[in-house]
Protein backbone atom coordinates (compact mmCIF):
# COMPACT_ATOMS: atom_id res chain seq x y z
CA UNK A 1 0.00 0.00 0.00
CA UNK A 2 2.88 1.98 -0.04
CA UNK A 3 3.93 4.39 -2.84
CA UNK A 4 6.33 3.31 -4.97
CA UNK A 5 9.85 4.13 -3.73
CA UNK A 6 12.29 6.35 -6.33
CA UNK A 7 15.21 6.23 -3.97
CA UNK A 8 17.89 5.57 -6.67
CA UNK A 9 20.25 4.13 -3.79
CA UNK A 10 21.34 0.71 -4.94
CA UNK A 11 21.27 -0.95 -1.68
CA UNK A 12 18.69 -0.75 0.76
CA UNK A 13 15.53 -1.45 -0.38
CA UNK A 14 15.23 -4.47 0.18
CA UNK A 15 12.08 -4.91 2.63
CA UNK A 16 12.01 -7.18 5.79
CA UNK A 17 9.39 -7.23 7.86
CA UNK A 18 9.80 -7.93 11.05
CA UNK A 19 6.69 -9.29 12.92
CA UNK A 20 5.48 -11.18 15.41
CA UNK A 21 4.54 -14.35 13.75
CA UNK A 22 2.98 -17.87 13.88
CA UNK A 23 0.01 -18.54 12.52
CA UNK A 24 -3.61 -18.04 14.66
CA UNK A 25 -5.74 -21.08 13.45
CA UNK A 26 -5.45 -24.83 14.54
CA UNK A 27 -5.42 -27.04 11.52
CA UNK A 28 -8.63 -28.61 12.23
CA UNK A 29 -10.83 -27.71 8.80
CA UNK A 30 -14.10 -25.71 9.36
CA UNK A 31 -13.25 -24.44 13.10
CA UNK A 32 -12.35 -21.07 13.77
CA UNK A 33 -11.38 -21.19 17.30
CA UNK A 34 -7.87 -21.01 17.93
CA UNK A 35 -5.53 -23.49 19.74
CA UNK A 36 -5.31 -22.12 23.46
CA UNK A 37 -2.43 -24.46 24.70
CA UNK A 38 0.37 -23.21 22.84
CA UNK A 39 1.80 -19.84 23.07
CA UNK A 40 2.00 -20.06 19.11
CA UNK A 41 -1.47 -19.52 18.69
CA UNK A 42 -1.70 -16.36 20.50
CA UNK A 43 -2.36 -13.61 18.59
CA UNK A 44 0.26 -11.09 18.14
CA UNK A 45 2.01 -8.07 17.28
CA UNK A 46 4.44 -7.71 14.55
CA UNK A 47 6.35 -5.12 12.81
CA UNK A 48 7.41 -4.81 9.31
CA UNK A 49 10.84 -3.24 8.83
CA UNK A 50 11.61 -1.75 5.27
CA UNK A 51 15.06 -0.46 4.92
CA UNK A 52 15.26 2.25 2.44
CA UNK A 53 17.35 3.42 5.72
CA UNK A 54 20.50 5.58 4.53
CA UNK A 55 22.53 4.38 7.78
CA UNK A 56 21.10 0.98 7.77
CA UNK A 57 22.27 -1.52 10.97
CA UNK A 58 23.65 -4.65 10.39
CA UNK A 59 21.65 -7.86 10.75
CA UNK A 60 23.41 -8.92 14.22
CA UNK A 61 22.66 -5.31 15.97
CA UNK A 62 19.20 -5.28 14.19
CA UNK A 63 18.64 -9.08 16.17
CA UNK A 64 20.18 -7.76 19.24
CA UNK A 65 17.60 -4.63 18.95
CA UNK A 66 14.81 -6.86 18.54
CA UNK A 67 15.69 -9.08 21.48
CA UNK A 68 15.98 -6.19 23.38
CA UNK A 69 12.56 -4.68 22.17
CA UNK A 70 11.02 -8.26 22.87
CA UNK A 71 9.73 -8.32 19.44
CA UNK A 72 9.66 -12.37 18.87
CA UNK A 73 8.40 -12.27 15.49
CA UNK A 74 9.79 -11.25 12.23
CA UNK A 75 8.82 -11.06 9.09
CA UNK A 76 11.45 -10.57 5.77
CA UNK A 77 10.07 -9.38 2.44
CA UNK A 78 13.22 -11.53 1.06
CA UNK A 79 14.69 -14.26 2.55
CA UNK A 80 18.25 -12.21 3.45
CA UNK A 81 20.86 -14.79 3.96
CA UNK A 82 22.51 -13.01 6.54
CA UNK A 83 19.13 -11.78 8.64
CA UNK A 84 17.96 -15.88 8.72
CA UNK A 85 21.64 -16.51 9.86
CA UNK A 86 21.62 -13.92 12.43
CA UNK A 87 18.24 -14.67 14.07
CA UNK A 88 19.29 -18.76 14.39
CA UNK A 89 19.05 -19.94 17.87
CA UNK A 90 17.40 -16.66 18.94
CA UNK A 91 13.35 -17.34 19.94
CA UNK A 92 12.31 -14.77 17.42
CA UNK A 93 9.76 -16.32 14.83
CA UNK A 94 10.65 -15.30 11.38
CA UNK A 95 8.24 -14.93 8.01
CA UNK A 96 10.01 -15.03 4.93
CA UNK A 97 9.06 -13.79 1.50
CA UNK A 98 9.17 -14.48 -2.09
CA UNK A 99 9.87 -11.16 -3.96
CA UNK A 100 7.61 -10.19 -6.70
CA UNK A 101 10.20 -10.76 -9.44
CA UNK A 102 10.81 -13.78 -8.60
CA UNK A 103 6.91 -15.30 -9.11
CA UNK A 104 7.79 -16.14 -12.41
CA UNK A 105 10.38 -18.51 -12.36
CA UNK A 106 8.95 -20.14 -9.12
CA UNK A 107 5.33 -20.25 -10.61
CA UNK A 108 6.47 -21.60 -13.53
CA UNK A 109 9.27 -24.34 -12.82
CA UNK A 110 8.71 -27.35 -9.54
CA UNK A 111 12.27 -27.45 -9.83
CA UNK A 112 12.81 -23.56 -9.27
CA UNK A 113 10.26 -23.92 -6.11
CA UNK A 114 12.02 -26.46 -4.67
CA UNK A 115 15.55 -25.07 -4.58
CA UNK A 116 13.85 -21.96 -3.52
CA UNK A 117 12.76 -23.57 -0.17
CA UNK A 118 15.49 -26.17 -0.25
CA UNK A 119 17.78 -22.85 -0.38
CA UNK A 120 15.63 -20.42 2.27
CA UNK A 121 13.99 -22.60 4.41
CA UNK A 122 15.68 -25.70 4.25
CA UNK A 123 18.87 -24.76 5.16
CA UNK A 124 17.99 -22.45 8.36
CA UNK A 125 14.52 -24.29 9.86
CA UNK A 126 15.10 -25.21 12.67
CA UNK A 127 17.74 -23.46 13.99
CA UNK A 128 16.39 -20.42 12.76
CA UNK A 129 12.49 -20.35 13.30
CA UNK A 130 10.87 -20.01 10.01
CA UNK A 131 7.16 -19.96 10.26
CA UNK A 132 5.62 -18.98 7.05
CA UNK A 133 6.68 -18.26 3.75
CA UNK A 134 4.67 -15.04 2.30
CA UNK A 135 4.55 -15.39 -1.81
CA UNK A 136 4.59 -11.81 -3.54
CA UNK A 137 2.92 -8.68 -2.35
CA UNK A 138 -0.24 -7.54 -3.35
CA UNK A 139 0.21 -9.33 -6.31
CA UNK A 140 -3.25 -8.86 -8.03
CA UNK A 141 -3.16 -5.29 -7.67
CA UNK A 142 0.15 -4.44 -8.32
CA UNK A 143 1.23 -6.65 -11.05
CA UNK A 144 -1.60 -7.90 -12.38
CA UNK A 145 0.37 -9.85 -15.10
CA UNK A 146 1.48 -11.98 -13.04
CA UNK A 147 -1.77 -12.95 -11.01
CA UNK A 148 -2.02 -16.39 -13.12
CA UNK A 149 1.26 -17.18 -11.90
CA UNK A 150 0.38 -16.68 -8.06
CA UNK A 151 -1.28 -19.52 -6.65
CA UNK A 152 1.12 -22.06 -9.10
CA UNK A 153 3.85 -20.63 -7.41
CA UNK A 154 2.06 -20.76 -3.93
CA UNK A 155 1.57 -24.35 -4.51
CA UNK A 156 4.82 -25.54 -5.96
CA UNK A 157 6.72 -23.87 -2.83
CA UNK A 158 3.84 -26.11 -0.66
CA UNK A 159 4.67 -29.04 -2.44
CA UNK A 160 8.05 -28.59 -1.70
CA UNK A 161 7.47 -27.23 1.77
CA UNK A 162 5.55 -31.14 1.95
CA UNK A 163 8.30 -33.32 0.19
CA UNK A 164 10.28 -31.43 3.43
CA UNK A 165 7.52 -32.35 5.55
CA UNK A 166 7.41 -28.48 6.33
CA UNK A 167 4.05 -27.98 5.67
CA UNK A 168 2.46 -28.13 8.86
CA UNK A 169 4.93 -25.44 10.61
CA UNK A 170 5.30 -23.56 8.15
CA UNK A 171 2.24 -21.82 6.38
CA UNK A 172 2.19 -20.03 2.78
CA UNK A 173 -0.10 -17.36 1.84
CA UNK A 174 -0.09 -14.04 0.20
CA UNK A 175 -0.82 -10.34 1.11
CA UNK A 176 -3.22 -8.41 -1.01
CA UNK A 177 -4.16 -4.95 -1.04
CA UNK A 178 -7.56 -3.52 0.98
CA UNK A 179 -8.64 -2.92 -2.66
CA UNK A 180 -9.25 -6.14 -3.66
CA UNK A 181 -12.56 -5.65 -2.03
CA UNK A 182 -15.05 -3.62 -2.90
CA UNK A 183 -17.96 -1.93 -0.83
CA UNK A 184 -15.99 -2.11 2.73
CA UNK A 185 -18.98 -0.18 4.22
CA UNK A 186 -21.18 -1.70 5.43
CA UNK A 187 -19.32 -5.28 6.00
CA UNK A 188 -21.82 -7.16 5.02
CA UNK A 189 -21.79 -5.45 2.26
CA UNK A 190 -18.56 -5.91 0.81
CA UNK A 191 -17.34 -8.52 -1.83
CA UNK A 192 -14.43 -9.21 -3.46
CA UNK A 193 -13.78 -7.36 -7.10
CA UNK A 194 -15.28 -10.06 -9.19
CA UNK A 195 -12.60 -9.45 -12.31
CA UNK A 196 -10.23 -11.00 -9.45
CA UNK A 197 -12.64 -13.66 -8.63
CA UNK A 198 -10.92 -16.22 -11.20
CA UNK A 199 -7.53 -16.19 -8.68
CA UNK A 200 -9.03 -15.46 -5.52
CA UNK A 201 -11.77 -17.99 -5.09
CA UNK A 202 -9.58 -20.77 -6.10
CA UNK A 203 -6.26 -19.19 -3.48
CA UNK A 204 -8.93 -19.00 -0.70
CA UNK A 205 -9.73 -22.95 -1.22
CA UNK A 206 -5.92 -23.58 -1.33
CA UNK A 207 -5.98 -21.81 1.84
CA UNK A 208 -8.79 -23.40 3.54
CA UNK A 209 -7.28 -26.32 2.71
CA UNK A 210 -4.03 -26.00 3.92
CA UNK A 211 -5.20 -23.90 7.16
CA UNK A 212 -3.43 -20.75 6.28
CA UNK A 213 -4.55 -16.91 6.71
CA UNK A 214 -6.13 -14.82 4.34
CA UNK A 215 -3.27 -11.50 4.42
CA UNK A 216 -4.62 -8.37 4.08
CA UNK A 217 -2.87 -4.91 3.83
CA UNK A 218 -5.20 -2.57 5.79
CA UNK A 219 -4.54 1.10 6.08
CA UNK A 220 -7.57 2.81 8.01
CA UNK A 221 -5.12 6.08 7.67
CA UNK A 222 -6.34 6.12 3.80
CA UNK A 223 -9.56 5.43 4.44
CA UNK A 224 -9.56 8.61 6.71
CA UNK A 225 -7.86 10.41 4.18
CA UNK A 226 -10.18 9.52 1.53
CA UNK A 227 -13.06 10.02 3.25
CA UNK A 228 -12.50 12.95 5.33
CA UNK A 229 -15.69 13.95 7.11
CA UNK A 230 -17.46 11.01 6.46
CA UNK A 231 -15.30 8.68 8.54
CA UNK A 232 -14.59 10.24 11.81
CA UNK A 233 -10.77 10.42 13.07
CA UNK A 234 -11.81 8.92 16.20
CA UNK A 235 -13.07 5.52 14.68
CA UNK A 236 -10.17 5.35 12.76
CA UNK A 237 -7.57 5.89 15.47
CA UNK A 238 -9.54 3.21 17.66
CA UNK A 239 -10.19 5.95 20.30
CA UNK A 240 -13.02 5.08 22.89
CA UNK A 241 -16.10 6.42 21.32
CA UNK A 242 -19.43 7.24 22.51
CA UNK A 243 -22.42 4.79 21.26
CA UNK A 244 -24.03 8.03 18.82
CA UNK A 245 -20.17 7.45 17.25
CA UNK A 246 -20.24 3.87 16.42
CA UNK A 247 -20.79 2.52 12.86
CA UNK A 248 -23.61 0.25 13.04
CA UNK A 249 -23.68 -2.33 10.01
CA UNK A 250 -27.28 -1.82 8.68
CA UNK A 251 -27.82 -5.74 7.70
CA UNK A 252 -26.33 -7.14 10.64
CA UNK A 253 -26.63 -4.50 13.47
CA UNK A 254 -23.52 -5.32 14.98
CA UNK A 255 -21.61 -1.42 15.91
CA UNK A 256 -18.24 -1.21 15.13
CA UNK A 257 -16.25 1.54 16.80
CA UNK A 258 -12.84 0.98 14.54
CA UNK A 259 -12.61 1.28 10.79
CA UNK A 260 -9.51 -1.58 11.20
CA UNK A 261 -12.62 -4.13 12.73
CA UNK A 262 -15.02 -2.91 9.99
CA UNK A 263 -12.03 -3.82 7.48
CA UNK A 264 -11.38 -7.22 8.89
CA UNK A 265 -15.08 -8.21 9.06
CA UNK A 266 -14.79 -6.85 5.46
CA UNK A 267 -13.15 -9.43 4.32
CA UNK A 268 -15.13 -12.18 6.18
CA UNK A 269 -18.04 -11.14 4.61
CA UNK A 270 -16.39 -11.19 1.31
CA UNK A 271 -15.06 -15.08 1.66
CA UNK A 272 -18.44 -16.36 2.91
CA UNK A 273 -20.03 -14.98 -0.24
CA UNK A 274 -17.32 -17.19 -2.09
CA UNK A 275 -18.45 -19.83 0.12
CA UNK A 276 -14.87 -19.89 2.59
CA UNK A 277 -15.59 -20.00 6.10
CA UNK A 278 -13.11 -21.42 7.67
CA UNK A 279 -9.91 -18.93 6.87
CA UNK A 280 -8.53 -16.61 9.33
CA UNK A 281 -7.56 -12.77 8.27
CA UNK A 282 -3.88 -11.74 8.90
CA UNK A 283 -3.24 -8.66 9.23
CA UNK A 284 0.11 -8.46 7.25
CA UNK A 285 0.85 -4.40 7.04
CA UNK A 286 -1.08 -1.87 9.37
CA UNK A 287 -0.02 1.87 10.67
CA UNK A 288 -0.14 5.46 10.72
CA UNK A 289 2.71 7.80 9.48
CA UNK A 290 3.93 10.74 11.77
CA UNK A 291 4.94 13.05 9.58
CA UNK A 292 3.81 14.19 5.99
CA UNK A 293 3.56 17.65 3.99
CA UNK A 294 0.85 20.35 4.12
CA UNK A 295 -1.46 17.99 2.10
CA UNK A 296 -1.21 14.93 5.13
CA UNK A 297 -1.91 17.28 8.17
CA UNK A 298 -2.94 13.91 10.01
CA UNK A 299 -0.13 12.18 9.79
CA UNK A 300 1.47 13.33 12.86
CA UNK A 301 3.18 12.04 15.97
CA UNK A 302 0.19 11.97 17.94
CA UNK A 303 -1.81 10.44 16.08
CA UNK A 304 0.59 8.11 15.13
CA UNK A 305 1.06 6.54 18.47
CA UNK A 306 -2.54 6.76 19.66
CA UNK A 307 -3.03 4.48 16.32
CA UNK A 308 -0.41 1.96 16.95
CA UNK A 309 -0.67 2.03 20.85
CA UNK A 310 -4.83 1.30 20.09
CA UNK A 311 -3.86 -1.15 17.37
CA UNK A 312 -1.27 -2.97 20.07
CA UNK A 313 -3.91 -2.89 22.76
CA UNK A 314 -6.72 -4.01 20.95
CA UNK A 315 -5.08 -6.95 19.25
CA UNK A 316 -3.46 -8.02 23.13
CA UNK A 317 -7.08 -7.74 24.43
CA UNK A 318 -8.08 -10.68 22.00
CA UNK A 319 -11.38 -8.96 21.26
CA UNK A 320 -12.00 -9.84 17.71
CA UNK A 321 -13.93 -8.50 15.68
CA UNK A 322 -17.91 -7.98 16.02
CA UNK A 323 -18.54 -10.32 13.70
CA UNK A 324 -15.91 -12.64 15.26
CA UNK A 325 -14.99 -11.81 18.82
CA UNK A 326 -13.71 -15.04 19.35
CA UNK A 327 -11.00 -14.66 16.32
CA UNK A 328 -8.06 -11.88 16.50
CA UNK A 329 -6.25 -11.54 13.84
CA UNK A 330 -2.39 -10.79 13.95
CA UNK A 331 -1.45 -7.57 12.90
CA UNK A 332 2.22 -6.59 11.54
CA UNK A 333 2.75 -2.90 12.50
CA UNK A 334 3.63 -0.97 9.39
CA UNK A 335 6.86 -0.26 9.96
CA UNK A 336 9.84 -1.19 12.28
CA UNK A 337 12.25 1.97 11.08
CA UNK A 338 11.39 5.12 9.50
CA UNK A 339 12.76 5.15 6.01
CA UNK A 340 14.73 8.23 5.04
CA UNK A 341 15.46 7.48 1.87
CA UNK A 342 11.83 7.12 0.41
CA UNK A 343 10.46 9.61 -1.90
CA UNK A 344 7.43 11.78 -1.10
CA UNK A 345 5.16 12.39 0.16
CA UNK A 346 6.97 13.10 3.14
CA UNK A 347 4.51 10.70 5.02
CA UNK A 348 6.13 7.94 3.02
CA UNK A 349 9.52 8.24 5.20
CA UNK A 350 7.65 8.41 8.19
CA UNK A 351 5.85 5.19 9.08
CA UNK A 352 8.18 3.98 11.27
CA UNK A 353 8.15 3.38 15.24
CA UNK A 354 11.93 3.89 15.10
CA UNK A 355 14.52 5.99 13.36
CA UNK A 356 17.21 4.02 11.74
CA UNK A 357 19.79 4.22 14.82
CA UNK A 358 17.05 2.52 17.03
CA UNK A 359 15.87 5.51 18.80
CA UNK A 360 12.34 5.91 19.20
CA UNK A 361 10.37 8.66 17.24
CA UNK A 362 7.63 8.38 19.89
CA UNK A 363 6.82 6.51 23.03
CA UNK A 364 3.70 3.71 22.66
CA UNK A 365 1.66 3.80 25.15
CA UNK A 366 0.39 0.29 25.87
CA UNK A 367 1.56 -0.54 29.35
CA UNK A 368 -0.66 -3.05 30.75
CA UNK A 369 -1.03 -4.88 27.34
CA UNK A 370 1.77 -6.87 28.39
CA UNK A 371 5.55 -6.93 27.26
CA UNK A 372 5.32 -6.16 23.76
CA UNK A 373 7.68 -2.67 22.90
CA UNK A 374 5.73 -0.61 25.72
CA UNK A 375 7.77 -0.31 28.45
CA UNK A 376 11.14 -1.49 26.20
CA UNK A 377 10.47 1.50 24.43
CA UNK A 378 10.93 3.59 27.31
CA UNK A 379 13.75 2.05 28.28
CA UNK A 380 15.48 3.99 25.68
CA UNK A 381 16.18 6.72 27.43
CA UNK A 382 18.81 9.06 29.10
CA UNK A 383 19.64 11.47 31.35
CA UNK A 384 22.03 14.38 29.80
CA UNK A 385 22.44 17.93 31.53
CA UNK A 386 19.45 20.48 30.98
CA UNK A 387 20.18 24.08 28.54
CA UNK A 388 20.99 26.98 29.86
CA UNK A 389 21.48 25.64 33.45
CA UNK A 390 23.87 27.34 36.17
CA UNK A 391 26.85 26.57 35.44
CA UNK A 392 28.18 25.67 39.09
CA UNK A 393 25.25 23.74 40.21
CA UNK A 394 26.07 21.92 37.23
CA UNK A 395 29.60 21.13 38.27
CA UNK A 396 28.06 20.43 41.77
CA UNK A 397 25.73 18.08 40.11
CA UNK A 398 28.87 16.50 38.27
CA UNK A 399 31.41 16.10 41.31
CA UNK A 400 28.69 14.33 43.62
CA UNK A 401 27.78 12.32 40.68
CA UNK A 402 31.37 10.87 39.67
CA UNK A 403 32.15 11.24 43.34
CA UNK A 404 29.14 9.65 45.93
CA UNK A 405 27.04 8.85 43.20
CA UNK A 406 29.55 6.32 41.88
CA UNK A 407 28.84 6.79 38.44
CA UNK A 408 31.11 5.51 36.02
CA UNK A 409 33.13 8.70 34.85
CA UNK A 410 35.96 7.13 33.07
CA UNK A 411 35.40 7.93 29.60
CA UNK A 412 35.11 11.52 30.13
CA UNK A 413 38.74 11.66 31.15
CA UNK A 414 41.31 13.09 29.20
CA UNK A 415 42.11 11.19 26.36
CA UNK A 416 38.88 8.97 26.39
CA UNK A 417 35.96 8.75 24.16
CA UNK A 418 33.92 11.25 25.70
CA UNK A 419 36.44 13.83 26.86
CA UNK A 420 35.79 15.89 23.66
CA UNK A 421 33.93 18.67 24.03
CA UNK A 422 35.84 19.19 27.03
CA UNK A 423 32.85 21.20 29.31
CA UNK A 424 30.58 20.87 31.98
CA UNK A 425 27.70 20.18 30.34
CA UNK A 426 29.03 17.53 28.32
CA UNK A 427 31.18 15.87 30.98
CA UNK A 428 27.89 16.29 33.29
CA UNK A 429 25.49 14.86 30.41
CA UNK A 430 28.08 11.35 30.85
CA UNK A 431 28.01 11.37 34.41
CA UNK A 432 24.63 11.71 34.63
CA UNK A 433 23.30 9.05 32.16
CA UNK A 434 25.76 6.83 34.23
CA UNK A 435 24.25 6.69 37.41
CA UNK A 436 20.57 7.00 35.79
CA UNK A 437 21.78 3.93 33.33
CA UNK A 438 23.39 2.21 36.86
CA UNK A 439 20.08 3.16 38.77
CA UNK A 440 17.73 1.23 36.68
CA UNK A 441 16.48 4.41 35.35
CA UNK A 442 14.62 4.40 38.55
CA UNK A 443 12.16 7.51 39.56
CA UNK A 444 14.03 10.38 40.80
CA UNK A 445 17.61 9.15 39.67
CA UNK A 446 17.43 11.94 36.60
CA UNK A 447 17.26 14.69 38.53
CA UNK A 448 20.43 16.35 40.19
CA UNK A 449 18.61 19.40 41.94
CA UNK A 450 16.78 19.89 38.60
CA UNK A 451 19.86 20.38 36.35
CA UNK A 452 19.35 16.85 34.78
CA UNK A 453 16.16 15.76 32.03
CA UNK A 454 15.51 12.36 30.39
CA UNK A 455 15.97 12.32 26.81
CA UNK A 456 14.79 9.56 24.32
CA UNK A 457 17.76 11.14 21.83
CA UNK A 458 20.53 9.16 21.76
CA UNK A 459 23.43 11.61 23.14
CA UNK A 460 25.98 9.41 21.76
CA UNK A 461 28.40 11.32 19.70
CA UNK A 462 31.35 10.25 17.38
CA UNK A 463 33.29 7.67 18.91
CA UNK A 464 31.96 8.58 22.09
CA UNK A 465 29.11 6.34 23.47
CA UNK A 466 26.84 7.06 26.35
CA UNK A 467 26.22 4.30 28.77
CA UNK A 468 22.37 4.35 27.76
CA UNK A 469 23.22 2.99 24.44
CA UNK A 470 26.09 0.55 25.29
CA UNK A 471 23.95 -2.50 24.63
CA UNK A 472 22.84 -1.77 21.18
CA UNK A 473 25.75 -0.10 19.95
CA UNK A 474 28.45 -1.55 17.87
CA UNK A 475 30.79 1.84 17.04
CA UNK A 476 30.32 1.31 13.66
CA UNK A 477 26.73 2.27 13.15
CA UNK A 478 27.22 2.48 8.92
CA UNK A 479 25.60 1.42 6.14
CA UNK A 480 26.32 -2.38 5.76
CA UNK A 481 26.27 -4.51 2.57
CA UNK A 482 24.64 -7.46 4.02
CA UNK A 483 21.16 -7.05 3.88
CA UNK A 484 21.76 -5.79 0.08
CA UNK A 485 19.29 -8.44 -1.83
CA UNK A 486 17.26 -8.22 -4.55
CA UNK A 487 16.61 -4.14 -3.97
CA UNK A 488 16.23 -3.05 -7.55
CA UNK A 489 13.47 -5.92 -8.74
CA UNK A 490 11.95 -5.69 -4.46
CA UNK A 491 11.10 -1.58 -5.22
CA UNK A 492 7.90 -2.49 -7.79
CA UNK A 493 6.69 -3.98 -4.95
CA UNK A 494 5.01 -0.65 -3.70
CA UNK A 495 1.87 0.02 -5.87
CA UNK A 496 1.28 3.30 -6.21
CA UNK A 497 -1.83 4.30 -4.04
CA UNK A 498 -4.77 5.12 -5.90
CA UNK A 499 -7.08 7.38 -4.53
CA UNK A 500 -9.58 6.70 -7.04
CA UNK A 501 -9.89 2.40 -6.59
CA UNK A 502 -10.11 3.64 -2.33
CA UNK A 503 -13.11 6.32 -3.62
CA UNK A 504 -14.62 3.84 -5.16
CA UNK A 505 -13.80 1.09 -2.36
CA UNK A 506 -15.67 3.14 0.01
CA UNK A 507 -18.36 4.88 -1.84
CA UNK A 508 -20.83 3.22 0.49
CA UNK A 509 -19.02 5.07 3.56
CA UNK A 510 -22.14 7.25 3.50
CA UNK A 511 -23.59 4.32 5.87
CA UNK A 512 -21.37 6.19 8.36
CA UNK A 513 -22.66 9.33 8.01
CA UNK A 514 -26.47 7.76 7.82
CA UNK A 515 -25.96 5.79 10.70
CA UNK A 516 -24.29 8.86 12.90
CA UNK A 517 -27.10 10.88 14.97
CA UNK A 518 -26.05 14.28 14.46
C1 LIG B 1 29.50 -5.82 16.56
O1 LIG B 1 30.17 -5.99 15.33
C2 LIG B 1 31.03 -7.09 15.30
C3 LIG B 1 31.77 -7.07 13.97
O2 LIG B 1 30.94 -6.64 12.94
C4 LIG B 1 30.25 -8.36 15.50
O3 LIG B 1 31.11 -9.49 15.50
C5 LIG B 1 29.53 -8.28 16.84
O4 LIG B 1 28.69 -9.42 17.01
C6 LIG B 1 28.66 -7.03 16.89
N1 LIG B 1 28.08 -6.92 18.21
C7 LIG B 1 26.77 -6.71 18.37
C8 LIG B 1 26.32 -6.55 19.77
O5 LIG B 1 25.99 -6.66 17.43
C1 LIG C 1 4.37 -29.20 -10.55
O1 LIG C 1 3.97 -30.33 -9.82
C2 LIG C 1 2.58 -30.52 -9.76
C3 LIG C 1 2.26 -31.65 -8.80
O2 LIG C 1 3.25 -32.63 -8.87
C4 LIG C 1 2.04 -30.76 -11.17
O3 LIG C 1 0.63 -30.93 -11.10
C5 LIG C 1 2.37 -29.54 -11.99
O4 LIG C 1 1.96 -29.76 -13.33
C6 LIG C 1 3.85 -29.25 -11.97
N1 LIG C 1 4.07 -27.97 -12.61
C7 LIG C 1 5.02 -27.76 -13.49
C8 LIG C 1 5.12 -26.40 -14.08
O5 LIG C 1 5.80 -28.62 -13.81
C1 LIG D 1 -11.52 -4.64 -10.23
O1 LIG D 1 -10.37 -5.25 -10.75
C2 LIG D 1 -10.12 -4.93 -12.11
C3 LIG D 1 -9.00 -5.79 -12.58
O2 LIG D 1 -7.86 -5.60 -11.80
C4 LIG D 1 -9.85 -3.46 -12.21
O3 LIG D 1 -9.59 -3.10 -13.56
C5 LIG D 1 -11.03 -2.69 -11.70
O4 LIG D 1 -10.75 -1.31 -11.68
C6 LIG D 1 -11.40 -3.14 -10.30
N1 LIG D 1 -12.66 -2.53 -9.93
C7 LIG D 1 -12.77 -1.66 -8.95
C8 LIG D 1 -14.12 -1.11 -8.72
O5 LIG D 1 -11.82 -1.32 -8.26
C1 LIG E 1 -22.06 -20.83 -2.47
O1 LIG E 1 -23.05 -21.69 -1.99
C2 LIG E 1 -24.35 -21.39 -2.48
C3 LIG E 1 -25.35 -22.29 -1.79
O2 LIG E 1 -24.85 -23.58 -1.70
C4 LIG E 1 -24.36 -21.54 -3.99
O3 LIG E 1 -25.62 -21.17 -4.49
C5 LIG E 1 -23.33 -20.62 -4.58
O4 LIG E 1 -23.23 -20.80 -5.99
C6 LIG E 1 -21.97 -20.87 -3.97
N1 LIG E 1 -21.05 -19.89 -4.45
C7 LIG E 1 -19.80 -20.18 -4.83
C8 LIG E 1 -18.96 -19.05 -5.30
O5 LIG E 1 -19.36 -21.30 -4.78
C1 LIG F 1 5.02 -2.05 31.90
O1 LIG F 1 4.66 -0.93 32.66
C2 LIG F 1 3.47 -1.11 33.40
C3 LIG F 1 3.15 0.20 34.09
O2 LIG F 1 4.31 0.81 34.56
C4 LIG F 1 3.65 -2.27 34.38
O3 LIG F 1 2.47 -2.48 35.08
C5 LIG F 1 4.02 -3.51 33.60
O4 LIG F 1 4.26 -4.56 34.47
C6 LIG F 1 5.23 -3.26 32.75
N1 LIG F 1 5.50 -4.42 31.92
C7 LIG F 1 6.71 -4.90 31.78
C8 LIG F 1 6.86 -6.04 30.88
O5 LIG F 1 7.70 -4.43 32.35
C1 LIG G 1 33.53 2.16 33.26
O1 LIG G 1 33.31 2.36 31.87
C2 LIG G 1 34.37 1.87 31.08
C3 LIG G 1 34.10 2.27 29.65
O2 LIG G 1 32.80 1.97 29.26
C4 LIG G 1 34.50 0.38 31.25
O3 LIG G 1 35.53 -0.13 30.45
C5 LIG G 1 34.74 0.07 32.72
O4 LIG G 1 34.74 -1.32 32.91
C6 LIG G 1 33.68 0.70 33.58
N1 LIG G 1 34.04 0.53 34.99
C7 LIG G 1 33.23 0.01 35.87
C8 LIG G 1 33.70 -0.06 37.27
O5 LIG G 1 32.12 -0.41 35.55
C1 LIG H 1 13.76 -1.82 31.22
O1 LIG H 1 14.14 -1.19 32.42
C2 LIG H 1 13.78 -1.91 33.59
C3 LIG H 1 14.23 -1.05 34.78
O2 LIG H 1 15.54 -0.66 34.61
C4 LIG H 1 14.48 -3.27 33.56
O3 LIG H 1 14.10 -4.02 34.70
C5 LIG H 1 14.06 -4.00 32.31
O4 LIG H 1 14.73 -5.24 32.22
C6 LIG H 1 14.41 -3.17 31.10
N1 LIG H 1 13.96 -3.86 29.90
C7 LIG H 1 14.79 -4.08 28.89
C8 LIG H 1 14.20 -4.78 27.73
O5 LIG H 1 15.95 -3.74 28.88
C1 LIG I 1 29.10 -3.52 -1.23
O1 LIG I 1 28.73 -4.42 -2.25
C2 LIG I 1 29.12 -3.99 -3.52
C3 LIG I 1 28.52 -4.93 -4.55
O2 LIG I 1 28.35 -6.21 -3.99
C4 LIG I 1 30.64 -3.90 -3.58
O3 LIG I 1 31.05 -3.46 -4.86
C5 LIG I 1 31.12 -2.92 -2.52
O4 LIG I 1 32.52 -2.90 -2.47
C6 LIG I 1 30.59 -3.32 -1.16
N1 LIG I 1 30.92 -2.29 -0.18
C7 LIG I 1 31.40 -2.58 1.02
C8 LIG I 1 31.63 -1.41 1.92
O5 LIG I 1 31.63 -3.71 1.37
Redesign the pocket.
Known amino acids: MRKQSSSSSSMASTKLTLLLTTFLFSSLPFTFSQAKSSEDSEPYVGVNIGTDVSKLISPSEIVSFLQAQKISHVRLYDADQDILKSLARTKIRVMISVPNNQLLAIGSSNTTAASWIDRNVVAFYPETLITGVSVGDEVLTTVPSSSPLLLPAIESLYNALVSSNLHTQIKISTPHAASVILDTFPPSQAFFNQSLTQYI?PLLQFLSKTGSPLMMNLYPYYVFMQNKGVVPLDNALFKPLTPSKEMVDPNTLLHYTSVLDAMIDAAYFSMK???ITDVVVQVSESGWPSKGDSKEPYATIDNADTYNSNLIKHVLDRSGTPLHPETTSSVYIYELFNEDLRSPPLSEANWGLFYGNFTPVYLLHVSGSGTFLANDTTNLTYCIAMDGVDQRTLQAALDWACGPGRANCSEIQPGEDCYYPNNVKNHASYAFDSYYQKEGKAAGSCDFKGVATITTTDPSHGSCTFPGSKKMSNKTKQAVNSTHISGAAERSRFIAFSSKELVVSFSSLLFFHLMTPC
Open positions: LNLN
